[in-house]
């Protein structure tokens, strides 16, 4: 298979003729120990006032020519363009972000198969372009660790990418980061699952008493796509599971919940908490084009908007 994934790769890809095949790009692992290294609460918990941060969704290196083109031989040279695209945008921006967070499937390959390899290190070496003072958030999807995941390959993506969970602190905001896989399908990994729960559980009494700003949760599969209540599918997670976790959330303070998975912009309220689910910076399933989406977030508020990678803003107003 190494032929293949030489033959059919982009043309920046940093190869090698040995069995090694792609050389190691210098990517600095700083969510580990279930923090954030450069975003810890003693850096984040006050509120130094208005600021903005980066909210994207599903780069997923491969999928346009494997699953909307057909391709038996697929290259993702269009993922590639377009995550480029906007990290240009990003670098440009005035001011710059506090943080720029990919909500799941940063690449499309499963764990373990073929062409796994060469679209991380791909998609690490795209994301080297991002301006070094913004801090890259990546939070793992369906894609990342597998549709059912097994502890295996929850272990490749910690070592590849960071830890799969985990809180992050900026400018008196609470970022709770979750692995949305554990509520579709934990099946192989009931322990971790359990581990998580556990963690959530002391998270959200944090945040509780934590006197913060806002609390956002981020995560990969949406509770919801447009109503709390509406029937299960694969976009979503079962409905019994949905209800107990968004009251969890609701009673812990979160403000917001951002998202991903859809490929389609969407979202809806429980209650008076938001869940956002942005579309991608690469494959489109609906009508939006490729984009981000722009959070700015106020002492008392937050504002957000979905921004094509044709229409973004070069100056940020915050007022």
Known sequence: ML????????????????SRAY????FKIRAKNKVYE???KEKGSSWEGPFYFIQAADTQFGMIESYIEKK???????????????????????????FFIVCGD???????TPLRTAQEQDFKKV???????????????NHDVGNTPTSESIEDYKNKFGD???VFWCGGVMCIVLNSQFYKDPSEVKNLASAHDKWLDEKL??????????????????????????????????????????DKFKKAGVSAIFCGHYHRNAGGFYKNMEVIVTSAVGAQLGNDKSGFRIVKVFEKSYQHNYYSLEDLPEKIHLN
């Open 3 to 18: 032929f293949r994934i030489l033959k059919f790769a982009p043309k920046f890809k940093i190869l090698k003729m040995d």
């Open 164 to 166: 799969d969970y985990f």
């Open 127 to 141: 994301f080297a372009e991002l301006d070094s003072s913004i801090p890259l958030v990546c939070i793992c999807g």
């Open 106 to 112: 940063l690449i499309d390959a499963l764990p373990f």
């Open 38 to 40: 450069g975003l810890e």
């Open 205 to 246: 009494s944090e945040a509780a008493a934590g006197n913060y700003n806002h609390i956002f949760i981020f995560q990969h599969i949406p509770w919801f796509l447009k109503e709390s209540d509406e029937d299960d599918e694969y976009f979503n997670i079962t409905l019994d599971l949905r209800m107990k976790m968004l």
């Open 72 to 98: 038996s031989d697929s290259c993702w040279d269009k993922e590639i363009e377009l995550t480029k695209k906007a990290i240009s945008a990003v670098n440009k921006m005035n001011p710059k972000p506090k």
């Open 23 to 26: 050389t190691d790009i210098n």
